[in-house]
């Protein structure tokens, strides 16, 4: 097979390139740039030293060639990444432990940024060794940098101290200068702290915004004017983010977290490519992509993992539940399929729950759009299994189920087995009180 859930052979895929060009360009790329097979083949090509400590960043630079790394050693160095070449050491004016580098857009790979534990964000030049620009800009740990392609010399720094704050080399840096994007303090309370931030690469006016809780924010730059840093200001309702992102199971229980020693924080957020994707890596938890197009979607039966606002703890009253009608009628799965879901079936016999999610999974990607049995099936899996968001997970399965098939009985229940070991009694009761209503025969 050509890819996960692709049905063509590779010369078929490629016939269809040359025959079709730009219209198939994208599924092409898609099912054929990265396979399971490809996947089980990755090995160690190489292994680059020459860090004395702990090397905490890298970065590629935009042609793939050149690889940068920051290091607790408090240097950067440059690797040509092809060959595991080391190609330049620069010594840098950091007195904490890097964080973050980035490459310089526009500047023909010889700048580099530097965040650090020094709160000082720094520009190098990497082929003379000379320190551009050296600026303490922050009152807490710079964690993460971040570029856009559109823009050269500019660069975003994200700090504990709760800033994001826009550098231009083409002026003067300060700590008093009037570049605060965003003060995460007034949106979120005097402890938050900004762990990370991305640009959108197809829309560069979006930056995402991760911190010390749960929720991902995003920004438009351009609804927002930068300023100086003044404590005693007033925060501005009208800057607030654009969206916000967050999985439906967490919001409200980041204290149950703190009790476990396991605090919520977003500790690296990234776009695909497109800009059409957002990966979170959420300490103390899993890992999340989100659809940045999933705020303007209404074909969907729930969207939990966008909200309104956060920062104004608006939570929908009804968590996303709706009465979904029937949109199709479902035919037998194909043989592959169906041959899929007898295994996992199996599996789930067998109480090898984590089989049974990996093979439903598959048949949900070969079946290419979802089905109201592979839905209901995972969603029991899920909840047999029960890690860390299992549940919801499979809340959001029974969801699907019912909506593309309203007299799903099991996937009834299932939602309000979910919904009771989420906590969210309320929706529990209005959901078994809707099942009476629908199947009075199992009252």
Same mark, same amino acid.
Request: net charge neutral; hydrophobic share 35%.
């Given at each position: 097979?050509?890819?996960?859930?692709?049905?063509?052979?590779?010369?078929e895929?490629?016939?269809?390139r040359?025959?079709?060009?730009?219209?198939?360009?994208?599924?092409? *790329? &898609?099912? +054929?740039?990265?396979t399971?097979?490809? #996947?089980?083949?990755?090995?160690? =090509? @190489?292994?680059?030293? $020459? %860090?004395?400590?702990?090397?905490?960043?890298?970065?590629?630079?935009?042609?793939?060639?050149?690889?940068?790394?920051?290091?607790?050693?408090?240097?950067?160095?440059?690797?040509?990444?092809?060959?595991?070449?080391?190609?330049?050491?620069?010594?840098?004016?950091?007195e904490?432990?890097?964080?973050?580098?980035?490459?310089?857009?526009?500047?023909?790979d010889?700048?580099?940024?530097?965040? *650090? &534990?020094? +709160?000082?964000?720094?520009?190098?030049? #990497?082929?003379?060794?000379?320190? =551009? @620009?050296?600026?303490? $800009? %922050?009152?807490?740990?710079v964690?993460?940098l971040?570029?856009?392609p559109?823009?050269?010399?500019?660069?975003?720094?994200?700090?504990?101290?709760?800033?994001?704050?826009?550098?231009?080399?083409r002026?003067?840096?300060?700590?008093?200068?009037?570049?605060?994007?965003?003060?995460?303090?007034?949106h979120?309370?005097?402890g938050?702290?900004?762990?990370?931030?991305s640009?959108?690469p197809?829309?560069?006016?979006?930056?995402?915004?991760?911190?010390?809780d749960?929720?991902?924010?995003?920004?438009?730059?351009?609804?927002?004017?930068?300023?100086?840093?003044?404590?005693?200001?007033?925060?501005?309702?009208?800057?607030?983010?654009?969206?916000?992102?967050?999985?439906?199971h967490?919001?409200?229980?980041?204290?149950?977290?703190?009790?476990?020693?396991?605090?919520?924080?977003s500790?690296?957020?990234?776009?695909?490519?497109?800009?059409?994707?957002?990966?979170?890596?959420?300490?103390?938890?899993?890992?999340?992509?989100?659809?940045?197009?999933?705020?303007?979607?209404?074909?969907?039966?729930?969207?939990?993992?966008?909200?309104?606002?956060?920062?104004?703890?608006?939570?929908?009253?009804?968590n996303?539940?709706?009465?979904?009608?029937?949109?199709?009628?479902?035919?037998?799965?194909?043989?592959?399929?169906?041959?899929?879901?007898?295994?996992?079936?199996?599996?789930?016999?067998?109480?090898?729950?984590?089989?049974?999610?990996?093979?439903?999974?598959?048949?949900?990607?070969?079946?290419?759009?979802?089905?109201?049995?592979?839905?209901?099936?995972?969603?029991?899996?899920?909840?047999?299994?029960?890690?860390?968001?299992?549940?919801?997970?499979?809340?959001?399965?029974?969801?699907?189920?019912?909506?593309?098939d309203?007299?799903?009985?099991?996937?009834?229940?299932?939602?309000?087995?979910?919904?009771?070991?989420?906590?969210?009694?309320?929706?529990?009761?209005?959901?078994?009180?809707?099942f009476?209503?629908?199947?009075?025969?199992?009252?």
């Amino acid at each position: 097979m050509a890819g996960h859930g692709s049905h063509k052979a590779l010369p078929e895929w490629l016939h269809n390139r040359q025959t079709k060009g730009t219209d198939v360009s994208e599924d092409f *790329a &898609g099912c +054929c740039s990265m396979t399971p097979d490809l #996947v089980k083949r990755l090995g160690l =090509v @190489k292994e680059l030293e $020459g %860090h004395t400590g702990c090397v905490n960043c890298i970065q590629w630079n935009s042609n793939g060639r050149l690889l940068a790394s920051g290091s607790d050693d408090k240097t950067v160095i440059v690797w040509d990444g092809l060959v595991g070449r080391r190609m330049a050491r620069v010594e840098t004016p950091h007195e904490g432990n890097i964080f973050s580098v980035v490459w310089m857009p526009g500047a023909d790979d010889q700048l580099v940024g530097t965040g *650090a &534990g020094d +709160c000082r964000v720094c520009i190098l030049n #990497v082929e003379t060794g000379a320190t =551009v @620009k050296s600026v303490i $800009g %922050h009152q807490g740990r710079v964690k993460r940098l971040t570029t856009a392609p559109d823009s050269p010399g500019v660069v975003w720094s994200g700090g504990e101290d709760g800033l994001v704050r826009q550098w231009d080399l083409r002026e003067r840096w300060s700590m008093d200068s009037s570049n605060v994007l965003v003060n995460l303090t007034h949106h979120a309370g005097r402890g938050a702290e900004v762990k990370c931030v991305s640009i959108c690469p197809s829309r560069s006016e979006l930056i995402a915004v991760g911190a010390n809780d749960p929720f991902v924010r995003v920004f438009d730059r351009r609804m927002i004017t930068c300023s100086r840093l003044d404590p005693s200001a007033i925060p501005d309702t009208e800057c607030g983010a654009v969206a916000y992102f967050v999985p439906g199971h967490l919001p409200g229980v980041e204290a149950a977290f703190h009790r476990k020693l396991r605090p919520l924080t977003s500790t690296y957020i990234t776009y695909n490519k497109d800009g059409t994707e957002l990966l979170c890596n959420l300490g103390g938890e899993q890992i999340y992509l989100y659809d940045k197009f999933a705020m303007y979607s209404t074909s969907a039966p729930i969207n939990l993992a966008v909200i309104q606002n956060c920062d104004k703890r608006q939570v929908p009253a009804n968590n996303g539940l709706k009465n979904g009608q029937s949109r199709t009628a479902f035919k037998n799965l194909p043989a592959d399929v169906e041959a899929l879901k007898l295994q996992a079936n199996s599996e789930f016999e067998a109480q090898d729950y984590s089989k049974a999610v990996y093979l439903y999974n598959q048949a949900i990607s070969h079946h290419a759009t979802p089905h109201p049995i592979l839905c209901g099936n995972r969603a029991a899996a899920l909840m047999k299994r029960k890690w860390d968001g299992d549940i919801y997970a499979a809340f959001r399965d029974c969801l699907s189920a019912l909506f593309l098939d309203p007299g799903h009985i099991k996937a009834h229940l299932r939602l309000a087995q979910c919904l009771t070991e989420l906590d969210w009694l309320p929706e529990a009761t209005k959901c078994l009180d809707n099942f009476k209503l629908k199947h009075p025969e199992h009252k």
